[in-house]
């Protein structure tokens, strides 16, 4: 078998090459359906809607499909629903095809208009972008923070425009090095207590202003 030359990587999409003569296509499938025919026909053979598909194409026709996933955490609902009481809005943002990204915001709670799938690194920092012009005020100040959490090479430039940027335990090194904060323990769980303890933290330094300013307050009477 020969090697595969003329290779090309798309960030987000997937990888074109030439193997034994042919031209081979694998990635996702809007990448694949941009670039062979037969796509929508082989989705519908896959069934299961949390799977993510992997379309391969040869010579301009889809041969053959792949579904890949992973398990949803076992904290993941409980850990959203809690952000959600603490009056945070619950946003997912995913490079994922659409119908896993809903498939997966149903098991997890968020609403479906608020579940994107098939998002690009660069459409990923879109909408933060887009998220936070609508949290601004007329002088610019931010009357809600966003917060962009991630792990992955994809979400880098998302969380480098975000208020607050968290990578996730276990998350590609791109990915950290733009984070503000890190999660040094899996799942959500860890980030519910980080927004508990960052709420506590203004308590305390508000408390401690108020202080300060009934203090000085007195000094000067």
Avoid at 52 to 59: E, G, R, Y
Avoid at 62 to 87: C, F, P
Avoid at 132 to 157: I, K, L, W
């Amino acid at each position: 078998m020969d090697a595969a030359t003329n290779l090309e990587h798309v960030t987000g999409g997937g990888i074109t090459g030439r193997v034994n003569g042919h031209d081979v296509v694998l990635g996702s499938p809007a990448f694949v359906a941009a670039r062979a025919a037969g796509a929508d026909a082989m989705l519908a053979r896959l069934g299961d809607p949390t799977l993510t598909p992997v379309l391969v194409a040869m010579d301009g026709q889809v041969v053959a499909i792949a579904g890949m996933g992973d398990k949803v955490r076992d904290d993941a609902r409980a850990s959203i629903t809690a952000l959600q009481a603490r009056g945070w809005e619950v946003r997912m943002l995913s490079g994922d095809d659409p119908r896993v990204a809903q498939a997966v915001a149903r098991q997890v709670g968020i609403r479906a208009e608020h579940a994107i799938g098939g998002a690009t690194p660069e459409s990923k920092r879109a909408q933060v972008e887009a998220l936070r012009a609508t949290t601004r005020d007329g002088r610019g100040h931010a009357a809600r923070a966003v917060v962009m959490v991630g792990d992955g090479v994809n979400d880098a430039a998302a969380i480098a425009v975000a208020d607050v940027g968290i990578g996730v335990h276990g998350g590609a090194e791109a990915c950290l090095a733009t984070a503000d904060a890190y999660l040094t323990t899996p799942g959500l769980a860890p980030l519910v207590a980080m927004a508990d303890g960052a709420a506590r933290t203004m308590r305390v330094i508000r408390r401690n202003m108020l202080w300060a300013l009934a203090y000085n307050g007195e000094g000067a009477a």
